[in-house]
Nanobody
Framework: QVQLVESGGGEVQPGGSLRLSCAATESILSFTVMAWYRQAPGKQRELVASMTAGGSTDYADSVKGRFIISRNTKNTLYLQMNSLKPDDTAVYYC????????WGQGTQVTVSS
């Protein structure tokens, strides 16, 4: 059973930055797709950024130019979040897929002055 553990969330002022990490119990390169989702209070979970095994990336329009998804060669997926806005406030979840989808437990990101 693959386990994913997110870290790096917290509270930041508008315009600030955070870097989320997602540590997997298996090689991150073994997954077909890796992604970050988020869910704000009262809203549906939405895709923020994704990366294929080949390294292709895609972003939600709302975060293009501000967020960057990346990975290392071992077991960690990252989400660099810059120029944060109050609308980015949400619980952020790591997701990986390899025939079966796996979710992390989520990490809270709060953007507030």
């Amino acid at each position: 059973q693959v386990q994913l553990v997110e870290s790096g969330g917290g509270e930041v002022q508008p315009g600030g930055s955070l870097r989320l990490s997602c540590a997997a119990t298996e090689s991150i390169l073994s997954f077909t797709v890796m992604a970050w989702y988020r869910q704000a209070p009262g809203k549906q979970r939405e895709l923020v950024a994704s990366m294929t095994a080949g390294g292709s990336t895609d972003y939600a329009d709302s975060v293009k130019g501000r967020f960057i998804i990346s990975r290392n060669t071992k077991n960690t997926l990252y989400l660099q979040m810059n120029s944060l806005k109050p609308d980015d406030t949400a619980v952020y979840y790591c997701y990986t897929y390899r025939g079966v989808g796996y979710w992390g437990q989520g990490t809270q990101v709060t953007v507030s002055s």
